[in-house]
Structure formats: structure tokens, C-alpha cells
């Protein structure tokens, strides 16, 4: 019996290295980061206003030619100039703000960040740590603050109170506050 018993280790020793085996270690995805590191993580509210200016100034690439494409109209309307300029500044401005857009929205879904947050090395994460969403970050981060400030009389109060709110102890806007989300330094 003692054979038998030997002869069974040898096969299990022998199954164990084989070299055509599938690996046996266990990979994790990339983990989500835990609260406490999620707390020292949180990104300086000077960081969250450079970022915000930042997608302004990025907004402006787009809105200028379309403004200024919108003030020839009067002259195109009085004879004074053609309107193939007009048509023309403002196209290249819609170019450009579906350009802004589309990066934008590659950025969020891939990274949780805008371009200003990419340039400041900043990105939204969900309060446990996970991914946030495209979606996520559309139809509850920017729309219902966005709806709010559309309320007459209130929206003003909302639109004040929305990044007044990271001047508290957790640093979080109103939209962050809706969206449970958080925004970190990577």
C-alpha cells in the first residue's frame, strides 16, 4: 500500500509542474482605493479651481469663433459683409466644441477626468474608491445641478451654494454630494 500511496504523490508533483498549465497565481483587478487612502487623497480645493478654469479656458477655444461668428450677423443682415465668414467662424467654432466635447467625454469615461483635471493630474473617483461612469457623471453629476439652477429664484441660491460647499470639512460640492463622488489627487 505504502507503493501506491507514493506512486499518487509522484502524480500529484507532477501535475503540479506542468509547464502546459494555465498559471495558478491569482491576479487582482486594480483595486480601488480604501477610504482612510481615499481621505489623503482628496485633491486641494486651489487644484479643483485651476482645473475648472482650465475647461473654461478650453470652452473659450470653441465659444469665441461661435460669438464672434454670431456678431457679424448684424452686418451680414445690413448688406456690409458676406455671409460665407460668418458661416464659416461659426462652423469652425461647433467644430471645435464637439472636438471639446468628444475628448471630454473619452477623458470621463476612461480616466474620470476632464481636461483640466488631466492637466492638473486630478480625477473624480466614486466614494469607495471605483470608477466612475459616463453616464454617472452626466445624469447625476451635472444634470440635476444644472436643472436646479434652471429653477427661477432658486437656481441662483443653488448655483451659489454648489461650490460653496467644498469650503466644508469633507471638501465636496453639491454635485459631488449628489453624485456620491470625490475628487483625488493621482
Avoid at 482605493?33 to 485651476?50: I, M, S, T, V
Avoid at 455671409?83 to 469652425?92: E, N, R, T, W
Wanted: charged share 20%; glycine share 10%; with cysteine.
Amino acid at each position: 500500500m505504502g507503493e501506491g500511496n507514493q506512486d499518487s504523490n509522484k502524480g500529484k508533483e507532477a501535475m503540479e509542474t506542468n509547464p502546459y498549465a494555465a498559471p495558478a497565481a491569482v491576479v487582482d483587478d486594480v483595486a480601488a482605493w480604501d477610504a482612510y487612502d481615499l481621505e489623503n487623497r482628496k485633491a486641494g480645493r486651489g487644484k479643483r479651481l485651476g482645473a475648472a478654469l482650465l475647461d473654461g479656458l478650453a470652452n473659450l477655444i470653441w465659444a469665441l469663433p461661435v460669438f464672434w461668428g454670431a456678431t457679424m450677423v448684424g452686418d451680414v443682415n445690413k448688406g456690409l459683409k458676406p455671409a460665407a465668414p460668418m458661416i464659416g467662424v461659426m462652423l469652425l467654432g461647433f467644430a471645435l466644441l464637439v472636438a471639446i466635447f468628444v475628448i471630454n467625454c473619452v477623458l470621463l469615461h476612461r480616466h474620470g477626468q476632464t481636461i483640466g483635471k488631466r492637466a492638473l493630474d486630478i480625477a473624480i473617483v466614486r466614494t469607495d474608491g471605483s470608477r466612475i461612469g459616463l453616464l454617472r457623471y452626466i445624469f447625476i453629476r451635472v444634470l440635476p445641478v444644472g436643472l436646479l439652477g434652471a429653477i427661477p429664484y432658486v437656481g441662483w441660491l443653488v448655483s451659489l451654494v454648489d461650490p460653496l460647499l467644498i469650503f466644508g470639512k469633507d471638501r465636496r460640492c453639491l454635485h459631488d454630494l449628489i453624485a456620491d463622488t470625490i475628487v483625488v489627487d493621482i
